[in-house]
Nanobody, 121 residues
Framework: QVQLVESGGGLAQPGGSLRLSCAASGFSFSTEPMAWFRRGAGTERELVARLNPSGGVTMYADSVKGRFTISRDNGKNMVYLQMYNLKPEDTDVYFC??????????????WGQGTQVTVSS
């Protein structure tokens, strides 16, 4: 089954950076679009960044555009989220998952444990 293990979170100062990693297994990673979500304040997770199977097409939420970069390594079944110019409002638990289609918010697998990002001075 789909397994996702997120890592790389931690404490960063405003304006700082962090790089999140996600190790994926249990599905055909190189053929699926991937995304990063964060828990958010509502009942549904907020999708912050997505990319297509080849990694050549990306989309970002307006709240992170220009500051976050999503990438993937299909040889290692890894997806990354490089976060720059972090803001306190980026504080959240971050998750990765495979999307059913590139433009969908529906995910393929169960959620991993996520990784906590805290932005504070």
């Amino acid at each position: 089954q789909v397994q996702l293990v997120e890592s790389g979170g931690g404490l960063a100062q405003p304006g700082g950076s962090l790089r999140l990693s996600c190790a994926a297994s249990g599905f055909s990673f190189s053929t699926e679009p991937m995304a990063w979500f964060r828990r958010g304040a509502g009942t549904e997770r907020e999708l912050v960044a997505r990319l297509n199977p080849s990694g050549g097409v990306t989309m970002y939420a307006d709240s992170v555009k220009g500051r976050f970069t999503i990438s993937r390594d299909n040889g290692k079944n890894m997806v990354y989220l490089q976060m720059y110019n972090l803001k306190p409002e980026d504080t959240d638990v971050y998750f990765c998952n495979a999307l059913k289609t590139f433009y969908s918010t529906r995910v393929l697998g169960s959620w991993g444990q996520g990784t906590q990002v805290t932005v504070s001075s």
